[in-house]
């Protein structure tokens, strides 16, 4: 690459947005928030069915202006707190945060209940001069079946400051500070959970056993507490969602949200029932290439050749941006923007947040990326994924801040398909056949882990919401995590008792509900692209540059259909699924 440069592994840098919390614009960007909001309830009168498509603009550009600046002042918030959740001031500032943005939206709710309310004659008249706004405003209609009075939605926002935002808050607090002690090489270490968890792709087989049950016993122990954490906030998201708003089902909620029919949904989450077979196969393939009779639940990640190959940060940025260029010079320069802007933390830190995300502020801002990189070639992989998302915001921040964001099953198409690039890159340079062989079984780990374990995960929480209904305890919903890890893992590998646990330690279960199955939808989407990219090479280029800065501007059905996917059947799915078929494959006919 030209002016290559060097990127050394460094907290971020949140001065685009903010130099400090005591930074005077951080007060003064909260009054001019207060302001707008003022400025908007002047409006209120106007909205009439009969109202002007130029003054419906205006309202909802004005709108957008405070609300970019709110999401400025919440992305700093969460950011830092990201960076330290043990930070008290972070913390707090938070819950301030939370608490403003419950209050401003409270003082605008009257424009989206208005529109929802609106009649469809005038609705389609307003939509056809909407320009970007339009699907918002679509999807916005969406809920109209779903929405309640304006006293009774105030009460839900300010309720959800104190409730299940508080509730959620605690739970990072409590997890994030766990350390976890081992011996390792007869040393005894403490550890985070992400250091922690990069024992269980070590070769030693007791070691991963280990790493494992220590894992567990720290979240067993918290187990009550972080049990009665979950069934408030199910309970909670029940309460409001089924028994107000009336959604049939818990996640029909989450599947509005995305814009993607229930009945997608039930058929994916089928036709991955009927696919289990695939990855048993390659767990016995992984039994018989490591040496074990049967795969242990500690194996699922274990390496097939001891290659303990590292990359230092600033050689795996190489690797990552070449792999971008190669495909298309563009996803280099968008990549290399988030290093230059100081908008990656890849330090591994007591009381950062664990695991990776790419978090996107506003359009006019170069997206933030978390990472905790320790030089394995899976976090190699994890930064090509969580840069792939800047990738795909960046592509789409054309868009106003209402629709550059793309739901989250299709959040995860620039990801997935960044991550795919990059693994073919290091197999076509890399030489050594133990290298070679792990990355190929690293991949089949890692779509065991993005499609298979998600969409159970996905099942598991429909039954953990229905049994929570029901008054189950703790202990009974770890009985039926248990139940669910069987189903998914057959007689094809052992798991042991602590795995009970496991459900307790998924953030998504508790901040984001229902959020797991964009993972596998996001995988299985990918893989029919990626093949369709193989078979075409530049000619697929066009649809797939259309999907990613279609950003969130149309219903992602709708959106994949004009790029030839049909995802409302099960043949859609199934080729997925037939693509990891040919991986396992490939993988028994290795030598």
Not at 109 to 130: C, H, P, Y
Request: net charge negative; with cysteine; glycine share 4%.
């Amino acid at each position: 690459m030209e002016n290559k440069k060097t990127y050394q592994q460094t907290a971020w840098s949140l001065t685009d947005l903010f130099e400090s919390f005591d930074d005077p614009k951080v007060q003064a960007a909260y009054k001019e928030v207060e302001q707008g909001t003022k400025d908007f309830q002047a409006y209120r009168d106007q909205l009439t069915p009969d109202i002007s498509e130029e003054l419906f603009l205006k309202i909802i550009t004005t709108y957008e202006q405070f609300y970019r600046l709110m999401s400025r002042l919440d992305g700093f918030a969460q950011l830092a707190f990201a960076a330290d959740t043990q930070d008290q001031k972070a913390q707090s500032e938070v819950a301030r945060v939370n608490q403003f943005e419950a209050e401003m939206g409270n003082q605008t709710i009257f424009f989206s209940l208005w529109w929802k309310a609106l009649d469809e004659e005038n609705a389609q008249r307003l939509l056809k001069a909407a320009g970007d706004y339009h699907y918002w405003l679509e999807a916005m209609r969406n809920w109209k079946d779903y929405t309640l009075s304006e006293p009774e939605e105030k009460i839900i926002n300010i309720k959800d400051v104190t409730g299940v935002n508080a509730l959620n808050m605690l739970y990072d607090s409590i997890t994030n500070r766990y350390t976890f002690k081992i011996e390792v090489d007869g040393e005894e270490k403490e550890m985070t959970r992400g250091e922690l968890m990069a024992l269980v792709r070590e070769p030693d087989p007791d070691l991963r056993k280990r790493a494992y049950q220590t894992l567990y016993q720290v979240y067993e122990d918290d187990a009550p507490i972080l049990g009665q954490i979950y069934q408030s906030i199910v309970r909670d998201w029940r309460n409001e969602n089924v028994n107000l708003r009336g959604f049939k089902k818990p996640i029909s909620v989450r599947n509005l949200v995305n814009d993607i029919p229930d009945e997608v949904v039930e058929t994916l989450l089928d036709v991955t029932r009927k696919n289990t077979k695939h990855f048993h196969r390659f767990f016995r393939l992984k039994a018989k290439r490591i040496g074990m009779e049967k795969l242990r639940r500690y194996d699922i990640y274990a390496p097939v050749a001891k290659s303990d190959k590292k990359y230092n940060f600033s050689d795996a940025a190489d690797i990552v941006l070449e792999s971008f260029t190669e495909f298309d010079p563009r996803f280099a320069q968008m990549a290399q923007q988030i290093f230059d802007a100081s908008h990656v933390d890849s330090q591994v830190r007591k009381g950062k947040m664990s695991g990776a995300f790419c978090a996107t502020i506003s359009p006019d801002l170069t997206p933030w990326v978390l990472l905790n990189y320790q030089g394995r070639p899976d976090d190699v992989a994890t930064m090509a994924h969580e840069l792939g998302h800047g990738i795909h915001s960046l592509m789409a921040q054309k868009h106003s801040a209402f629709t550059q964001h793309a739901c989250l099953p299709l959040a995860e198409t620039a990801s997935t398909f960044g991550e795919m690039m990059l693994v073919d890159k290091l197999l076509a340079e890399e030489t050594n056949e133990d290298v070679r062989r792990d990355l190929l079984f690293r991949q089949m780990d890692d779509s065991f882990a993005t499609i298979i374990r998600q969409n159970y995960f996905s099942m598991f929480e429909q039954t953990a919401h229905d049994m929570i209904a029901e008054g189950a305890q703790v202990n009974e919903i770890a009985d039926a995590y248990f139940e669910n890890l069987k189903t998914e893992f057959g007689d094809a590998v052992d798991i042991s008792d602590e795995f009970r646990w496991e459900w307790v330690m998924i953030p998504h279960f508790y901040g984001v509900p229902f959020y797991v199955y964009a993972y596998a939808f996001g995988q299985l989407l990918v893989l029919s692209l990626y093949k369709q990219f193989k078979e075409e090479g530049n000619a697929f280029k066009p649809r797939y540059m259309q999907i990613l800065s279609a950003g969130g501007s149309i219903a992602p059905v709708k959106l994949l259909s004009n790029a030839g996917f049909d995802v409302t059947t099960a043949e859609f799915w199934q080729g997925g699924y037939d693509v990891i078929d040919e991986m396992v494959t490939t993988l028994e006919n290795l030598d």
